[in-house]
């Protein structure tokens, strides 16, 4: 299958911004590892320590529960945004475009959220 004229002229369009947006899910899923990399080193060093010895530590605890809740909702959201991008190449690689195939971006495999 061949593009017609309107749907190459849309494809060159929109190809700029699914790139732009494939790097920047790359960026945001690297730095979603990093923090979850320290939080889950905060929270064993936290375990070690009982929170109720250390004034101000319980709601500290408190908000890094919060905030690997709300990592893991991210997660979530770019795992959504990475399978309509790849549903996007495939509609792409089926018209007969040459398109190449993007690495899936894995999670953080630094473990649970």
Known sequence: FNFSGMEEGLFAALKPAVEVCDQQIKNVLESQCVLQTYIQGLSAELDKTPVTDI????????????????????????????????NIRSLVRKKGTLLPQQQQTSRCSAGGK
């Open 55 to 86: 004034p101000g530590l319980k709601a500290y605890n408190a908000k890094l529960a919060i905030t690997k809740k709300r990592l893991a909702n991210v997660a979530a959201t770019v795992d959504k945004i990475n399978a309509r991008l790849e």
